[in-house]
């Protein structure tokens, strides 16, 4: 049974940084897809980032590009998002997400990826 596990939320002041973790069970992150979406209360879900773990540059989201990095460990079967700079919009459930394929420009659609986690909350206080 294939379960995606985030961890790593938290509550922050803005300017701070968290790192958020995603653990794959059952499934391996290598040679896949793997992003990060969020959602605000009210919000539709959002792409945030992704990373083809087989090798290639990852992609932003405009609203985090050089705040969020996003990364992996193949041996941890793990993938890991550092956030920076925090801010008050940055409040949200974030997602894990797993695709088999490739990347790609379609990324941030919800519906290409086949798993989900549970969601880690992140709040940033003003």
């Known amino acids: 049974q294939v379960q995606l596990v985030e961890s790593g939320g938290g509550s922050v002041q803005a300017g701070g940084s968290l790192r958020l973790s995603c653990a794959a069970y059952?499934?391996?992150?290598?040679?896949?897809?793997m992003a990060w979406f969020r959602q605000a209360p009210g919000k539709e879900r959002e792409g945030v980032a992704a990373?083809?773990?087989?090798?290639?540059?990852?992609y932003y989201a405009d609203s985090v590009k050089g705040r969020f990095t996003i990364s992996q460990d193949n041996a941890k079967n793990t993938v890991y998002l550092q956030m920076n700079s925090l801010l008050p919009e940055d409040t949200a459930m974030y997602y894990c997400?797993?695709?088999?394929?490739?990347?790609?420009?379609?990324?941030?659609?919800?519906?290409?990826?086949?798993?989900w986690g549970q969601g880690t909350q992140v709040t940033v206080s003003s």
């Open positions: 990373i083809y773990t087989g090798g290639s540059s990852p």
């Open positions: 059952g499934y391996s992150v290598s040679s896949n897809c």
């Open positions: 997400a797993a695709d088999w394929n490739t990347c790609g420009s379609t990324w941030y659609w919800r519906g290409r990826y086949n798993y």
